[in-house]
T-cell receptor, first 118, second 109 residues
Framework: DADVTQTPRNRITKTGKRIMLECSQT?????MYWYRQDPGLGLRLIYYSFDVKDINKGEISDGYSVSRQAQAKFSLSLESAIPNQTALYFCATSDFGGWDPSNVDTQYFGPGTRLTVL | QKEVEQNSGPLSVPEGAIASLNCTYSDRGSQSFFWYRQYSGKSPELIMSIYSNGDKEDGRFTAQLNKASQYVSLLIRDSQPSDSATYLCAVKGNNRLAFGKGNQVVVIP
């Protein structure tokens, strides 16, 4: 089974609809992240969470919200979807491991959700 | 200035040749550096991580880090058609990763 799973894998929705993307992980990592990827713009961080009680905005959080339901689950919501939120969305996880420089806190990515907002 | 820059356009290399990718970053406090490979429509996959100056080798891949000049590079030796992908440079600072836009590599058989 995959270590990081995302549901749904593909979603087509209409402007104004509420959408939730879900991420689950079995890696036992404490840190989880949501990114979006657009052609020509690279990966951009939406929100991140270092534990269940910790939620932080990334560089493009407007129009999005998140919920960290458990250590293993991190959901991304679009309260009222708009066409420019059409993108590929990735969840990622990492294990902090401590402050030694050799603990590089590598992020591992889920398979992605392709979201289209019409 | 963008945080992480990968300026080269698509790179075409013959099979068996060396592919060289470069990345520069703006934050001198950056702590660790990563190269990810991404096939079209798929998720990024970690190739290499490096945190100290110098070279780090893993199989056909070598990452090179120069903090004084603020660049990190990736060499792919004996390039194979399966290496055809987009390579993303990522830099960790302030508890988050900043990604470059990626470089597409095409290995020609």
């Amino acid at each position: 089974d995959a270590d990081v799973t995302q549901t749904p894998r593909n979603r087509i929705t209409k402007t104004g609809k509420r959408i939730m993307l879900e991420c689950s992980q079995t890696k036992g990592h404490d840190r989880m992240y949501w990114y979006r990827q657009d052609p020509g713009l690279g990966l951009r961080l939406i929100y991140y969470s270092f534990d269940v009680k910790d939620i932080n905005k990334g560089e493009i959080s407007d129009g999005y919200s998140v919920s960290r339901q458990a250590q293993a689950k991190f959901s991304l919501s679009l309260e009222s979807a708009i066409p420019n939120q059409t993108a590929l969305y990735f969840c990622a996880t990492s294990d902090f491991g401590g402050w030694d420089p050799s603990n590089v806190d590598t992020q591992y990515f889920g398979p992605g959700t392709r979201l289209t907002v019409l | 200035q963008k945080e992480v820059e990968q300026n080269s356009g698509p790179l075409s290399v013959p099979e068996g040749a060396i592919a060289s990718l470069n990345c520069t970053y703006s934050d001198r406090g950056s702590q660790s550096f990563f190269w990810y490979r991404q096939y079209s429509g798929k998720s990024p996959e970690l190739i290499m991580s490096i945190y100290s100056n110098g070279d780090k080798e893993d199989g056909r891949f070598t990452a090179q880090l120069n903090k004084a000049s603020q660049y990190v590079s990736l060499l792919i030796r004996d390039s194979q058609p399966s290496d055809s992908a987009t390579y993303l440079c990522a830099v960790k600072g302030n508890n988050r990763l900043a990604f470059g836009k990626g470089n597409q590599v095409v290995v020609i058989p």
